[in-house]
């Protein structure tokens, strides 16, 4: 759990850097750490009765760092993070960056940078 966070963590510090790439790892890590904590936030904030703010203010805090990791995943499969509009595609959009995200990254230094691997 500890190195969860760690992923989790490495995306918050980084929360406003587009340039460069982040491994899949990095990427998926944060959105299954951004997952849990909005569920949970949710849950507690219906058995409490309260009318959603902190999941608001929690989402909106986390909103730069997603679009930041986001934009470095794509860059690690030699896209850039403008592709993360074809979101607005409806369905069809969400299905093909997913399967971006999902991809590999590129295994050579691409014009993003180099291989962050490789680094690690």
Same mark, same amino acid.
Request: glycine share 10%; proline share 3%; aromatic share 14%.
């Given at each position: 759990?500890?190195?969860?966070?760690n992923?989790?963590l490495?995306? +918050?510090?980084?929360y406003? !850097?587009?340039?460069?790439? %982040?491994?899949?790892?990095?990427?998926?890590?944060? $959105?299954? $750490?951004? +997952?849990?904590?909005? $569920? &949970?936030i949710? $849950?507690?904030?219906?058995?409490?009765?309260? @009318?959603?703010?902190?999941?608001?203010l929690?989402?909106l %805090?986390?909103?730069? @760092?997603?679009?930041a990791v986001?934009?470095?995943? +794509?860059?690690?499969? &030699?896209?850039t &993070?403008?592709?993360?509009?074809?979101?607005?595609v409806?369905i069809?959009?969400?299905i093909?960056?997913?399967v971006?995200?999902?991809?590999? &990254?590129?295994?050579?230094?691409? !014009?993003y940078?180099i291989?962050?691997k !490789?680094? %690690?």
């Amino acid at each position: 759990m500890e190195r969860v966070m760690n992923w989790y963590l490495r995306v +918050l510090k980084n929360y406003a !850097q587009f340039s460069g790439r %982040a491994r899949r790892t990095e990427y998926w890590m944060f $959105v299954l $750490v951004n +997952l849990i904590i909005s $569920v &949970g936030i949710t $849950v507690v904030e219906a058995m409490i009765g309260s @009318p959603g703010y902190i999941g608001i203010l929690y989402n909106l %805090a986390v909103f730069i @760092p997603s679009l930041a990791v986001g934009a470095r995943r +794509l860059h690690d499969t &030699g896209r850039t &993070g403008w592709w993360m509009l074809i979101c607005l595609v409806p369905i069809i959009g969400i299905i093909v960056l997913f399967v971006f995200m999902a991809f590999d &990254g590129d295994a050579n230094e691409n !014009q993003y940078g180099i291989n962050p691997k !490789q680094v %690690a």
